[in-house]
Structure formats: C-alpha cells, structure tokens
C-alpha cells in the first residue's frame, strides 16, 4: 500500500489552516501544518512534503519568501506550492517564476477549490 502524499498547509489564519487542513484529510492526504513562513520552512526542510500550500502574508516569512528558501536548497528545491493570496494581490510573474508557486489562489477561496489544484498538482509529481 503507498503511503499518502504529504501536504504542508501553512497560514497565521487558524481557520482557513483548519479548513483546509479538513478537506485534505478528508480527501486522504497526510496533512501537517506550520502558522508562520519560519515554522514551515523548518518543518518543510525536516518532513519532504509532496506539496505546500501557503498563505502570502504570515509574520517572519511571506509565503513567496518561504518558496524562494525552499528552491535555495536540493533536498526541497522540487516541492510544488499553491499560494494563497488576498483580492487584488498579484504575484509578478518573475517572482513566480523563481518559486516552485504552481498556482496562485485568492481569497475567499473555496476549500473544494483547493482540494481540486491540490490533486491535478499532485498527479504530476512522481511518487
């Protein structure tokens, strides 16, 4: 039996990192969770996740910040991130395109949303 895919869901907002923290368990996935960018980025560094999910603006690290350390380092440089972003928040494409940021989601987003770029991103990544 194949081990669950690794998600790591990182926001400062405790709700939306219970939401979707719910809707991918409930789908499967093996969920852990971080509340700010420095949190994440030591547990990401420690754990290999399939996938981040990241909120962009959390105390220490942004998300976009977390990402651009992550792609510093061979052993996650490959992990692939969602970003969660406020209305109106654009990320620049250069900044995107220096990050292992796949998809960029705004809020309010739904946690079915979420779940539905999680899993086509996933079925990409090798096992």
Known sequence: ?????????????????????????NAGYAVITAQDGQEAL???????????ITDFQMPHLSGLELCQRLKQHPATKEI???MLTA???????AAIASTGIKRC?????????????AEEILETVAV
């Open 87 to 93: 209305r109106g928040f654009a990320l620049e494409d």
């Open 105 to 117: 989601l705004h809020k309010p987003f739904s946690p079915r949303q979420v779940l539905l770029e």
């Open 80 to 82: 692939p991130a969602i």
């Open 1 to 25: 039996m194949k081990r669950p895919k690794k998600v790591l869901v990182v926001d400062d907002e405790v709700h939306i990192l219970h939401v979707v923290s719910l809707k991918l368990r």
């Open 42 to 52: 030591e547990i990401a560094q420690m754990e290999l996740p399939d996938l981040i």
